[in-house]
């Protein structure tokens, strides 16, 4: 295994992502004017757009350089948000948004499945 650089050419520090085929990771809106990990920024400005990176499954459910018996071609999962700053989502204060990912041929369609739903006191 080859090391893990610690720089950027641009001095940054970045990580490798792995990920399974048909992984759905959602990521949260960065730039030079995010502040923290909540998304609170410098300018004032709400990014609250929903981000996602998609890992499309390989053709013909190939894994491991093997042809799968039985090739999944669709994935779906719940994403679940909460304040951020509160407990709230002990009780039940939470936003939850279905995202599904499909691949047709040579093409992954990617898309929240119906509208998100908003359980309890949360305000996003």
């Known amino acids: 295994m080859s090391k893990v650089p610690e720089r950027s ?19 949260a809106f960065v730039d030079e004017k995010t502040m923290n990990a ?5 300018d004032g400005n709400l990014h609250n757009e929903l981000v996602t990176k998609i ?9 491991n350089n093997r042809k799968d018996p039985t090739p999944k071609a669709q ?6 948000e909460d304040d951020g700053e509160t ?5 039940g204060a939470v936003q939850t948004t279905d ?3 499909q691949r ?3 093409n992954v369609l990617s898309k929240p499945c119906g509208s998100s739903t908003t359980e309890g006191d949360f305000r996003p």
Request: net charge neutral; aromatic share 14%; charged share 10%.
């Open 9 to 27: 050419c641009d001095q940054s520090f970045r990580l490798p992502l792995y990920a399974r085929e048909g992984a759905i990771i959602p990521l």
């Open 38 to 42: 909540l998304g609170n920024r410098q």
């Open 55 to 63: 890992f499309a499954f390989g053709e013909g459910g190939a894994i």
């Open 75 to 80: 994935n779906s999962f719940t994403l679940y």
């Open 87 to 91: 407990i709230a989502y002990q009780t």
């Open 99 to 101: 995202i599904s990912q």
């Open 104 to 106: 047709q041929g040579n």
